[in-house]
């Protein structure tokens, strides 16, 4: 047993003594380095000796002494660190894990979307690791401190001057606005949560059905809002912010919409997933997000379904002076009616509602002609089929085609009719939840 034991143990002594960056990153703390025994949880996660540990670590590591830093008004840094260890790039090494105790290694599904195949990999976790950015003499930690329900951690960034930081953080926020991923929000029970998505097949302007005039008034705001010299802003005096909601029947295009505006806006898009969960703090974490990645998209889905406790400071936050500068605000909902009146009746909250309408005739045909109906019937069977789909929305249409492809697949042959009429009573009965009508179903209680 040690002597000291009764001392503030100090289980960084042998910190001069770790070993250079190898492909085997050393522990800054190990549970066994003090003699005599394993570490007390006190003594194992002091929080300011391994602080210490880690700027003596680089100070040896570059020859130089080194400031800490924090970010305080997003994760802009931390999801970039995130993103840089998911695509491998070079430029970021692990350079030590933290306490041996703790998780250092992260497993994930994933998909290349280049090579189109899909698995589980193995990498440096986030928290409890070391990571340094050579060429910017940068390194980030999150070190684990124990909390009073478990582990939490801090995040600590850690750079050799504000020069080469402000390089750094630059640099990241390129490779950002490079990638085509999309970022996604989601109020979660334990806050707010930020993943990075790959950005699905792009969706062009002539693969949005709607009314034209429509269309016309939504990409016109969209070209103007994006384009590099902002001289329709500066020449009439508009502040550089919108806002947009799309209501509507479900299935009738608006997340299609959305799509295409992200896909050809050539500017960060953010999507946010409002739950139960959606707070104050998340409200103020997202939109200080969309301001850093400014000018951007961010589309707010199911919008309606706010909570309560938190629409005052929603509205009061569109409200604010700069909380939406440089933001295209993009919010969708399917119930319209449950729309708080308040987010339409001030200037600078949404600028103009949009309803997104089921298809009429000719459009319905020019849609089942652009998914391929008529490479199976003639023109006459498809103009029927338009005639005959009166109050269908554009994904019931998709699904007209859908089920056409599979007949004529199996059977040879296409009878539109019979798979409209089949498709009309299965609607008829979702809308009425007569799903089973015989006896022996009310027999089993299942009506």
């Not at 840094?77 to 703790?102: I, M, P, Q, R, T």
Request: hydrophobic share 40%.
């Amino acid at each position: 047993m040690n002597s000291n034991r009764n001392a503030s143990p100090n289980p960084f002594e042998a910190a001069a003594a770790l070993r250079p960056i190898t492909a085997q990153p050393p522990f800054i703390v190990r549970a066994d380095r003090q003699a005599g025994g394993p570490l007390d949880a006190h003594g194992y996660f002091n929080y300011i000796a391994v602080v210490q540990a880690i700027i003596d670590f680089l100070n040896r590591r570059f020859g130089t002494a080194f400031r800490l830093y924090y970010q305080d008004d997003g994760n802009e840094a931390w999801n970039g660190l995130e993103a840089d260890l998911s695509n491998g790039y070079k430029g970021v090494e692990h350079a030590a894990s933290l306490f041996d105790l703790v998780e250092t290694n992260v497993f994930e599904y994933a998909s290349d979307p280049e090579t189109k195949r899909a698995g589980y990999a193995i990498r440096p976790a986030v928290r409890n690791n070391l990571f340094v950015y050579p060429e910017h003499r940068v390194a980030m930690a999150r070190v684990p401190r124990v909390t009073q329900h478990g582990l939490g951690y801090e995040d600590l960034i850690f750079g050799e001057h504000d020069e080469a930081m402000l390089r750094f953080l630059e640099a990241m926020r390129e490779r950002q606005l490079a990638s085509p991923k999309i970022i996604v929000f989601t109020d979660t029970k334990d806050g707010l949560e930020q993943t990075r998505e790959p950005a699905s097949a792009p969706v062009t302007r002539s693969d949005v059905f709607m009314d034209e005039e429509l269309k016309t008034q939504i990409y016109r705001s969209v070209d103007e809002f994006f384009s590099r010299d902002r001289a329709f802003f500066l020449t009439y005096g508009i502040p550089y912010k919108r806002g947009i909601l799309l209501y509507g029947k479900p299935g009738n295009g608006k997340t299609t919409l959305v799509k295409s505006i992200s896909s050809t806006a050539s500017a960060p898009i953010a999507y946010w997933q409002i739950t139960e969960y959606t707070s104050s703090g998340s409200i103020q974490e997202v939109f200080a997000a969309a301001v850093q990645l400014a000018p951007m998209v961010l589309v707010i889905e199911d919008i309606d379904s706010m909570p309560d406790s938190c629409r005052s400071y929603f509205l009061n936050t569109l409200d604010g002076a700069t909380s939406k500068e440089g933001i295209y605000l993009i919010g969708t909902t399917n119930y319209p009616e449950k729309i708080d009146p308040a987010l339409m009746n001030r200037a600078g909250r949404f600028d103009r509602a949009y309803e997104v309408k089921s298809p009429n005739e000719a459009m319905r045909r020019a849609y089942l002609a652009y998914k391929g109906l008529n490479r199976l019937v003639d023109e006459d069977a498809v103009g029927r089929a338009a005639a005959a789909t009166e109050g269908f929305t554009l994904a019931q249409l998709s699904e007209l085609y859908a089920s056409a492809a599979l007949q004529m697949h199996y059977e040879r042959a296409v009878n539109l009719e019979r798979v409209i009429r089949d498709m009309r009573t299965d609607y008829d009965k979702g809308r009425s939840r007569e799903w089973m009508s015989d006896a022996a179903s009310r027999k089993l209680g299942f009506m």
